[in-house]
Every structure is written in C-alpha cells, then in structure tokens.
T-cell receptor, first 111, second 115 residues
C-alpha cells in the first residue's frame, strides 16, 4: 500500500505569518494529492488538490507544490488568520480510488 | 452547497448491540466511501462503492461489519455485535464519476461510543 508521512505534527504560527506542512509518499504510481482541513466536530473539508501532471497550484492564500522525483508535496498557507487554526491532512491516491492519509498537523494561529 | 449527510451524529450504546450508520451522498456522486478515524490509527478506509457495487471492503472486519448501498441515495454501515474497540468517528465520503483521481467530499461523521 501507500505510506504517507506528514510533518510537523503540530505547528504554531503568529497571525500574518506563513505555515508550511510537508508530506512524503512511497508509491511512485500515486497521481493525486488532496489536502483536507478538519475543524473540531466536523468532517475533513477538501481545501486544495493537485494532480501529478502539475508542479504547483494556488488558490488565494493556499498553495500546494509537488515534487514527483523526490515524492514529496507541501501545503503553504500565507498571511495566516485565526480561522486557519485546525487539523490539516495530506493524502495520496495509490490504488483505484483509495486514499492514504497522513497523520495530521494541528495548526494554531496566535492572535 | 451540496453536502454529504450522515445520521446519527452521535451514538452511545452497550457492547453487543447492533449499530447502523447512514449516509446520503451528494446527489450525482457515484462513489461512496466509509472511513474510520481514531487517535491511534488516524483515518482508515473501511470500504467503498462505485455505482452502488462494493469495490473493496478489505479494510473492514468482516465478521462484524457490513456495508451496503440499498439505493443511490443511501449507504449504510452496520456493526453487529458492537465492541468497545469499535468506538471511533465514522465518516462517509462521496465522489463524482470519472477517473479515480477525483476529490472525495466528507460528511461530518457519526461519533460512536460503545460502552
């Protein structure tokens, strides 16, 4: 199966600063990499995704980069706001419709 | 805003009881997934369906868990008999038709506690 590792497990940033979360995957055949944000008591919410034919994708303050050679991908959040505080999960599609998820990063934005 | 709907949101019951969790996928989505989330194991895929047919349930304990899609608007996950180790949050997700690299959209889960 696919093994997805995510770092760091916790991240505390000052409001307005940037946050970066990194993930690595093991299966070179993986071709789809979504990122989810989970708030307390809610389900994971898709915030951005990237496919293996693209190296970078941006949506307002959120960007994702993918390095297929190194098998790692990263989430970048710029100008962080208190509402960005949540748990973030990376994932990789490795077989048919299966997603393997990272262990999650708890992001805290300090006002 | 289309959403995946899960019921009940919370369930507390005693071990040995049957538990049924329900999911209404987003209208038009033809892939449905069941996940379990625990602190120790994170998010684990239990089973998934495409066009109501089960494609993979290898993540599910077969002796006590069963998943079905009686129709395109309803997916169910049953546990019988339930055990304390089944306590977790169970999520349903759905995705659109097309290639497998399509986004999955999650419901808000059923928080299950087995006493």
């Amino acid at each position: 199966g696919e093994n997805v590792e995510q770092h760091p497990s916790t991240l505390s940033v000052q409001e307005g600063d940037s946050a970066v979360i990194k993930c690595t995957y093991s299966d070179s055949a993986s071709n789809y990499f979504p990122w989810y944000k989970q708030e307390l008591g809610k389900g994971p919410q898709l915030i951005i995704d990237i496919r293996s034919n693209v190296g970078e994708k941006k949506d307002q303050r959120i960007a994702v980069t993918l390095n297929k050679t190194a098998k790692h991908f990263s989430l970048h959040i710029t100008e962080t706001q208190p509402e960005d505080s949540a748990v973030y999960f990376c994932a990789a599609r490795w077989s048919d419709y299966k997603l393997s998820f990272g262990a999650g990063t708890t992001v805290t934005v300090r006002a | 805003d289309a959403r995946v709907t899960q019921t009940p949101r919370h369930k507390v019951t005693e071990m040995g009881q049957e538990v049924t969790m329900r999911c209404q996928p987003i209208l038009g989505h033809n892939t449905v997934f069941w996940y379990r989330q625990t602190m120790m194991q994170g998010l684990e895929l239990l089973a998934y369906f495409r066009n109501r047919a089960p494609l993979d349930d290898s993540g599910m304990p077969k002796d006590r868990f069963s998943a079905e899609m009686p129709d395109a608007t309803l997916a169910t996950l049953k546990i019988q008999p339930s055990e304390p180790r089944d306590s977790a949050v169970y999520f349903c997700a759905s995705g659109p038709s097309g290639p497998s690299n399509q986004p999955q959209h999650f419901g808000d889960g059923t928080r299950l506690s087995i006493l």
